[in-house]
Each structure stands twice: as structure tokens, then as C-alpha cells.
């Protein structure tokens, strides 16, 4: 095989996809999710320290978030963790939301 046999062989496997790319993307979404959770962490941590209470709407965004990432995974993928992870944050996602919900309308 010479070299333009294997590189026509690698597009076409690859489908022309640029995997630099990609593999920026998949880096920067998990450098973008490590820091959604410190500034949820962060703002809970200051709404606790100034108001007294904790802020759950931060986390029924991050969690909700995470969930679908990991369900998009497995949709993709395929791999029984993706989906336990996903139906796991999705699960932290409606328990944040229903104490949202309870401190919000007083009680429930």
C-alpha cells in the first residue's frame, strides 16, 4: 500500500470527519462541564452564605444538563454506564427540582 492508498483508505473510514477537531470539542465540553459544577458549587455555596438557603435552581440546570449529555452517549454509543449515569443526574435533576419547587411555593 502506498500512501495515498492508505490516507484515501483513513477518509473513508473517517468519513472525512477532522478528528483535531473533535477531539478539541470532546476537551473543551469537559473542561466547559468540570467548570459549570464550580461555579454551581460557587453559587450555592454564596447564596448559603448571604441568604441563608440554599440556591437548588443551579442545580436543577447542571444536572439536567449532565443528563442529557450522558443520555445523548448512550443513544450514540450504546454502553449501559451512559445510560445509568444519564437516568442517575436525571434523577438528581427532578430531586433538586421538587426542592426548588417546595421552597419556592412554601411547602408541599
Not at 5 to 14: G, P, Q, V
Not at 17 to 38: P, Q, Y
Request: hydrophobic share 45%; net charge neutral.
Amino acid at each position: 500500500m502506498d500512501k495515498d492508498e492508505i490516507l484515501k483508505k483513513s477518509r473513508e473510514e473517517n468519513k472525512d470527519r477532522d478528528l483535531v477537531d473533535e477531539e478539541a470539542t470532546n476537551k473543551a465540553n469537559s473542561i466547559a462541564f468540570s467548570v459549570g459544577m464550580m461555579v454551581c458549587g460557587l453559587l450555592s455555596v454564596l447564596h448559603a452564605v448571604f441568604r441563608d438557603s440554599v440556591d437548588y435552581g443551579v442545580w436543577v440546570v447542571m444536572w439536567a444538563i449532565s443528563s442529557s449529555v450522558f443520555l445523548v452517549k448512550y443513544h450514540r454509543l450504546r454502553k449501559r454506564h451512559e445510560l445509568a449515569l444519564g437516568l442517575f443526574y436525571g434523577a438528581l435533576s427532578v430531586f433538586f427540582f421538587v426542592l426548588y419547587l417546595r421552597r419556592e411555593l412554601g411547602g408541599f
